[in-house]
């Protein structure tokens, strides 16, 4: 009788252990059990392990110091300062290979990380819908320290994407509203032909016409021209090589692929009626020659390549557009770069941008018991935006600061290791961009108006070349022009079923009235059948949408207010 219930125990174990394997393997939590130890002062004993993916995008780089994406200066910061491991689990180059990597880990047996940052908002919905990603609302109210909330707290729209019947399934990455856009033109090119730069739509034109014309570069060739942008993907790129601003003179702030608020009801500004005079002003400057012949197929960073090459004469972007443009002034004897605002509207109004108030969200695995680690090593991360604790002026001396004869430096070249670019750790941190709270470049603004470099971020800030500082000092005080998109939900159901067909049939529309290929009157046709086609539709969706989620007091929910 003994043997036969020692049988049955042993059968029992081995069933028991068969379910638990069954149910891990549907993609459970890769993290090791909850740590043994309760934290003490400020640091877990033994270490354990939080598993992340990532997206490296352009953070992608070299490691030094024999380094590796497991292995390098800030991981090894985590589990000796903290007693957490972070591990990279399901990693990915671009936001293409990124997303299909972690869609592949949702719908198969792939284990899922415990904390995901997600870019997509169609794959935020689904990871929600699949039940496989953990509700945070109480986890926030605990364990997000106060100094984070109260950044949180700026930016409730944030929380949209993530919110399913009063629940919160993630949070935005490190919410900030980010820099705007200037204008980055050829100084000498102005300088020689006599010009300053152009403030309204008239002087703009006047002057791409004299770089075109006008041999700028004095090498007796027609060879320049005076204006390059981005036309492949859309008319509105939000960060770099964008031309957004000819739309904005004549629409306001319906921009192109964005969602306003107008008087309480969102609208698509793709189909606003002044666009069809900023393509008109395109086309005319395209046949004229003003802008590069190929701008159909120049992605946001193929449209850099000829401002650098010393071929365009102006390009718009974000202020630190300049450290990726500059080589020009190094390959072309004489060239200089400065920064400008962008240009009124017709009606003498300010021209709007695209804002971005985060870079995705941080989603987490249903089975993740570690919240108040993973809150612990996020609000370290937040040192350096604040300039303090172990971040005070960067996360890692001889990478990405050093202190040279007790001064502080971000010149790599002046390292006690000289390196030849700083070593940012974007890339080692469990997001591909680090936390700021420096706005759109209030720390440039406070250094122009006199503010001493006595912390981290003004002294990094004051150790930038002046266009740079320019740049951001100009963003900043033009914030003001900074529009978020009003719609950051899930698609739609309409908008599944007929968005990419409308989106294409808008970029091909404008595309080829701007080559010429298309009368004018395209646009309005375009027009008609965006809203015949689904379009109607999908703005009830999307203000049902929007009045649904001003009604949710998400701040309330987490104990934010």
């Known amino acids: 009788m003994k043997k036969r219930n020692d049988l049955w125990k042993m059968v029992s174990l081995v069933m028991l252990s068969a379910i638990l394997v069954a149910g891990c393997s549907k993609g459970e939590s890769a993290s090791e059990a909850a740590p043994a130890s309760v934290l003490k002062d400020g640091k877990y004993d033994p270490p354990f392990t939080i598993t992340i993916a990532k997206q490296q995008d352009e953070?992608?780089?070299?490691?030094?110091?024999?380094?590796?994406?497991?292995?390098?200066?800030?991981?090894?910061?985590?589990?000796?300062?903290?007693?957490?491991?972070?591990?990279?689990?399901?990693?990915?180059?671009?936001?293409?290979?990124?997303?299909?990597?972690?869609?592949?880990?949702?719908?198969?047996?792939?284990?899922?990380?415990?904390?995901?940052?997600?870019y997509d908002t169609m794959l935020i919905n689904d990871l929600i819908e699949s039940g496989r990603v953990k509700e945070i609302t109480e986890d926030i109210s605990t364990y997000m320290p106060d100094r984070i909330k109260e950044i949180y707290k700026q930016y409730p729209t944030t929380f949209n994407p993530v919110v399913r019947d009063g629940k919160v399934y993630g949070m935005a990455i490190a919410p900030n509203l980010t820099e705007g856009e200037v204008m980055l033109i050829r100084q000498d090119w102005l300088d020689k032909l006599k010009l300053k730069a152009p403030t309204t739509m008239e002087e703009f034109e006047q002057v791409i016409a004299a770089f075109t014309t006008e041999d700028p570069d004095g090498n007796s060739k027609q060879d320049t021209y005076g204006f390059t942008f981005s036309g492949k993907d859309s008319y509105n790129t939000g960060w770099v090589s964008d031309p957004v601003m000819i739309f904005s003179a004549y629409t306001g702030k319906h921009l192109p692929r964005q969602w306003y608020n107008d008087n309480g009801k969102l609208t698509y500004g793709s189909v606003a009626e002044g666009n069809k005079d900023a393509l008109a002003k395109l086309r005319d400057w395209y046949s004229k020659g003003y802008?590069?012949?190929?701008?159909?197929?120049?992605?946001?960073?193929?449209?850099?390549?000829?401002?650098?090459?010393?071929?365009?004469?102006?390009?718009?972007?974000?202020?630190?557009?300049?450290?990726?443009?500059?080589?020009?002034?190094?390959?072309?004897?004489?060239?200089?770069?400065?920064?400008?605002?962008?240009?009124?509207?017709?009606?003498?109004?300010?021209?709007?941008?695209?804002?971005?108030?985060?870079?995705?969200v941080f989603m987490f695995n249903k089975d993740f018991q570690n919240m108040e680690a993973f809150f612990l090593y996020y609000d370290k991360m937040y040192d350096a935006a604040f300039s303090t604790g172990d971040f005070k002026y960067g996360y890692a001396q001889g990478y990405d600061y050093d202190i040279v004869n007790d001064e502080v430096t971000f010149d790599p070249t002046k390292f006690n290791t000289p390196l030849e670019a700083v070593q940012g750790v974007g890339k080692m941190a469990f997001t591909k961009n680090t936390p700021s709270v420096d706005g759109p470049g209030k720390s440039y603004f406070?250094?122009?108006?006199?503010?001493?470099?006595?912390?981290?971020?003004?002294?990094?800030?004051?150790?930038?070349?002046?266009?740079?500082?320019?740049?951001?000092?100009?963003?900043?005080?033009?914030?003001?022009?900074?529009?978020?998109?009003e719609f950051n939900g899930p698609p739609t159901p309409t908008m599944q079923n007929v968005w990419e067909q409308l989106t294409t049939m808008e970029q091909e529309t404008f595309t080829k009235i701007i080559y010429g290929n298309e009368p004018l009157e395209a646009f309005d046709t375009f027009v008609k059948q965006w809203h015949e086609k689904g379009g109607d539709q999908v703005i009830e969706e999307v203000n049902e949408w929007y009045s649904q989620a001003r009604e949710t007091d998400v701040m309330s929910l987490m104990n934010l207010k």
Not at 75 to 93: F, H, S, V
Not at 322 to 338: L, P, R
Request: aromatic residues 6%; proline residues 4%.
């Open 59 to 118: 953070n992608a780089g070299k490691y030094i110091n024999g380094e590796s994406l497991n292995d390098n200066v800030l991981t090894r910061w985590g589990e000796q300062n903290l007693g957490i491991k972070i591990q990279t689990t399901l990693l990915g180059g671009d936001a293409s290979q990124y997303n299909t990597k972690l869609r592949l880990a949702l719908t198969g047996s792939e284990k899922l990380p415990d904390v995901l940052p997600v």
């Open 291 to 360: 802008l590069n012949k190929e701008l159909a197929t120049q992605g946001a960073w193929d449209a850099l390549s000829d401002f650098t090459e010393g071929k365009a004469g102006i390009i718009i972007g974000r202020p630190w557009l300049y450290d990726s443009v500059k080589d020009v002034e190094k390959n072309v004897e004489g060239a200089k770069i400065s920064a400008y605002p962008t240009i009124q509207a017709v009606n003498g109004d300010k021209t709007y941008q695209s804002a971005q108030l985060n870079d995705g």
């Open 446 to 485: 406070d250094l122009a108006n006199g503010a001493k470099p006595d912390t981290g971020v003004l002294i990094q800030s004051a150790s930038k070349d002046q266009t740079t500082k320019d740049g951001y000092r100009i963003s900043y005080e033009n914030r003001d022009v900074l529009l978020p998109n």
